[in-house]
Nanobody, 116 residues
């Protein structure tokens, strides 16, 4: 059974930083594409960043240059370093694990709030 547990969310002032973590179990992590998505109130879920098994990264346009995704295969963990946070970054952040047709799993999410 795939399990993803996110942590690291919270309340941060504009311009501040947070680092999200997602620990995965029940998968062969090193073969899995990991991603972070977010969903703000009344908005659709959108890609924040993803990282393939070969560590190729992809970022949403709104976070390029501010956020960095990384992975530690030894710890089955993916990270999202978020710098220069803005009020529009306020959302629930969700970890995703995808490996072809084998699985496409989601965590429960962690809330990030940046007040205006």
């Amino acid at each position: 059974q795939v399990q993803l547990v996110e942590s690291g969310g919270g309340l941060v002032q504009p311009g501040g930083s947070l680092r999200l973590s997602c620990v995965a179990s029940g998968i062969i992590f090193r073969f899995t594409t990991m991603g972070w998505y977010r969903q703000g109130a009344g908005k659709e879920r959108e890609l924040v960043a993803s990282i393939t098994s070969g560590s190729q990264t992809n970022y949403g346009d709104s976070v390029k240059g501010r956020f960095t995704i990384s992975r530690d295969n030894a710890k089955n963990t993916v990270y999202l370093q978020m710098n220069n946070l803005k009020p529009e970054d306020t959302a629930g952040y969700f970890c995703n694990a995808k490996r072809g047709a084998l699985y496409d799993a989601w965590g429960q999410g962690t809330q990030v709030t940046v007040p205006s």
